[in-house]
């Protein structure tokens, strides 16, 4: 809907609504499109419309595609309330699954899944068997969410579904690869052999799916890993090799250098210093392939605008990287926090789980967890453990100075003051150099707070530092004696009055005075504290029975009347035992009973209790178990071989494969390595095959070429020039099949060396290599000689009469410009044999009227057989090797590929051939050879066309 549809969400009046089904049962278009977009105005402002349904269901035969949309949209919102009512139009959902618009048969398999009805749920499984074959990706996504609404209604249905998701997960689109593995995690979870040939694919599509589809990919991941890869610790606690003295060796690592620099060794001091630093580094251990590049391909993803995502990655992290690795991903943590409150929650939730086990992850990054005015308390208080979490001997000062900000806010809220001295205790516990600074400072806070609350959380935080070394702190324990008057907390005196009785004997001649105070209060007195009172008492009566016999009856006595029942058993158990003759063998055991000394008390976070579940997860959040909870698995030890991770081969690629020999891998490699070792003139391999012989033939044919170009430009044409043409074309032929011969001599020679042996391919390709590298030189020269030549002969094409027509015949391109610039390099314009050894199929360029000058011809590409290929003079065939044009002072080409399909192949591209006349003479018969390729390792090293 736009904005001018604004007008549906506002409040209709009963008119209007009975107006929608006249709307719905009108013939006109309009109508029925109007009374749709009022149903769906209805549906999101939360009003029940399912009173219209049979209305609607009438119009899902309608020809209009926006009424059909939302129709489908209806009654996917009502399929499950309305089941029976659906089941009338299934005929008409399962004809809409061959619509041509994928949105409705994406749509139609929605509804037709959404359906709660167990009779139908073959019919929704064919559905979606029909629909995992869909050639648009969009409905295949579609069809992978019903699987899993069909395998809850049907769990029988799980094996059609089981092949169906193996289907999808061999799918290529990254639309369909998150969904499908949705799927797999609600049908068949731990069938792991439908994601080991997928794995891979997986891995490396992994970041051009969806978010979601992300999210879903590394969830999967994580517990495939924890399955199927050895535990990284236990990798890097392997023993490093020793010596024969039994020293460790030690690894030598490259010295990276600067990318600028032209030394090749540094300072003395900067080596030193890197050797030392290398040394102390932890290598990092030797990791699966697939599992080095499983982390290796998440880890751009923490870059993601995603929350959900970057904490998956994270997640990841934690579970399967090396301790090393892992350090990583907490800058990213941290950048995501700054989002909205419910995700800045869920993501401190696991931080602060993770801060427990790997602290340095986020080193350097205490400040980020300060509070904020605008944080909620939950947040805060996460927060907060984090930062207790966090404190080290550089970021002490800062923390604890935070803190005491926080405690010294009024305005904050009682529970973040609270949470905020815990930490302050926790602290002092886990880091035993600031104990003392932070008792020094909750004692300042107990006596001059006028917070009762705030004394109360100080006394019982001291308390339990006291409990950690009682002997070394009894000045503490006189200081809380001498403010208990002021302690009003019942908490905060309890716990006073515990610790005078747990260490009396500390304080020998101060418990019983204290004793004695206590009991004039003792009526108005709150049952947490009388309870301690009496304990006190009893205590002191042990130790001490002469001295204070007399006050612990009297607490006796003012317990056995008290209102809290539990007082009154509590006493009545003490009479009992230690002032009766009634049981004689506990009265010898008091002692252990009442004195017994109890363990100091732990610190440790309140996200302990979430560590047993597994991270990111709905479990974790909540701290207990919920249904669909899928637990991380520990690491095995032992894996299987990593070729079950090799992706299925097709029958057709395997008989592929068989027939490929390895011989014919090796002359294939060589010849590629003499393609790119040669040089790209075409006759360069034809004058590295022949004698000392041929080349001084060719050099006397070069003379007299120049000799009856020079004879040309003076505008006589003798028969000496004639004879000298005829002469140089009849040895060009002769060259030709001896070229043929030897070339062919040369590679059997060559195959058979190759099947004796591997040396002596090695030994060859060098020798050739040497041999080629001696011969370019050579041509070098040649070359120099051959340009000035030609250019000699486009300045004598100038100055030719018309009358020469048999002349241009034997000699066509004379008048222009060689191309070959650079050394070794072969001119488009050569007029010498073709390199190839094969006669190419020539392609002829409809260029009738030739290419004019100053002008441009796109070659339209059309076979002519070899009817077109005998019409031409092979001696005056030009062969040049294409890259990406080809420029000079005769001819330009340029290509490009274009979209449209090739008329020999579906796995065919086609080329646009651009041609350029940049002088002022008409070419004609220009011809274009065969497309050669030459491929190894499914990689297009060679291609040739033939002018």
Known sequence: MSLSDAHYFEEMGVKKYEEIRRLLDSREKKD?????????????????????????????????????????QFLIHYAELKSNEALLTINTFQKDLSDTNQLIRSSAL?????????????????????????????????????????????????????????????????????????????????????IHPNFRKMVRLCADTDEWGQIMLLNMFTRYGRKFFLDPATL????????????????????????????????????????SSSEDEDEEPELDPDHAMLLSSTLPLLRSRNAGVVMSVATLFHYLAPRAQVVKVGKSLVRVLKNNRETQYLVLKNIATLVLSRPEMFDGTAKEFFLRAHDSTASALLKLEVLSQLVNESNSQLI???FNAYIKDTSRD????????????RVAAWHTSLTDTCLRGLMTLIANSKNEQMVAESVVVVRALVQQAPEQRIRIIKQLIKRLENIKAAPARASVIWMVGAYHHLIPKVAPDVLRELLKVFKTESTQVKLQILNLSCRLFLTEPETCKTMFVYVLDMSRYDTDFDIRDRARMMRTILLTEKCEKLKEKASNIFLGERKAPEFYAPSRDSESFGLNSLSHAVSHHVAGYMEIPD????????????????????????????????????????????????????????????????????????????DSSE????????????????????????????????????????DDSDDSDSDSSTERRKKKEEEAKKKAKAAEQKAAATK?????????????????????????????????????????APSSSTKPLTLQVETSGGISPQGSKQAAATPTGKTAASLLDKDKLLVHNLLHFANGGGLNVEYCFTREESMYGVGMNTVKLSLHNTTNVMMQNVRIGEKRLETVDNRSVREQFQF
């Open 32 to 72: 029925k499109l109007e009374g749709m977009k009022r149903l769906m105005a209805m549906i999101s402002i939360g009003r029940d419309a399912s009173n219209y349904y049979p209305d609607v269901v009438k119009n899902v035969v309608s020809d209009s595609f926006e009424v059909k949309k939302l129709v489908y």
């Open 110 to 194: 929605r509804v037709m899944t959404s359906i709660r009805v167990a009779l139908i749920a073959q019919l929704q499984v064919m559905a979606i068997k029909q629909c995992v074959r869909d050639s648009s990706a969009y409905v295949r996504k579609a069809a992978a969410h019903a699987v899993a609404k069909v395998f809850s209604l049907d769990p029988e249905q799980g094996g059609a579904l089981k092949e169906l998701i193996q289907g999808l997960l061999q799918d290529n689109s990254t639309m369909v690869l998150g969904s499908a593995v949705a799927a797999f995690n609600e049908v068949c979870p731990d069938d792991w052999e439908l």
């Open 236 to 275: 890097e606690k392997e023993p490093k090799e020793t010596n024969d003295d039994g020293e460790k060796k030690k690894k030598k690592k490259k010295k990276k250098k600067a990318f600028y620099s032209d030394d090749e060794s540094s300072n003395s001091s900067s080596s030193s210093e890197s050797e």
């Open 400 to 402: 604890m100075r935070e």
């Open 414 to 425: 009682a529970v973040l003051i609270a949470a905020t001295i815990q930490a302050i205790g």
């Open 635 to 710: 690491f095995p030890e032992e894996v299987p071989d990593s070729s079950i991770r090799d992706p299925i081969i097709s029958s057709s690629e395997r008989s592929d494969n068989k027939t490929s020999s390895k011989k014919d891998e090796k002359r294939m490699k060589r010849e590629v390595n003499d393609f790119y070792n040669s040089d790209s003139s075409g006759s360069d391999d034809s004058s590295e095959s022949n004698s000392d012989k041929d080349s001084s033939d060719s050099d006397s044919d070069s003379s007299s070429s120049s000799s009856s170009s020079s």
């Open 715 to 754: 505008g006589s044409s003798s028969d000496s020039d004639d004879s000298a043409d005829k002469k140089k074309a009849s040895q060009k032929k002769k060259k030709v099949p001896s070229k043929k011969a030897k070339r062919s001599e040369s590679s059997s020679d060559t195959d058979s060396d190759s």
């Open 792 to 832: 000699k002969d486009s300045a004598a094409a100038k100055g030719k009469s018309k009358g020469g027509d048999k002349a241009k015949a034997q000699d066509p391109v004379a008048s222009l410009i060689d191309l070959g610039d650079q050394q070794g390099v072969s001119s488009l314009l050569d007029t010498s």
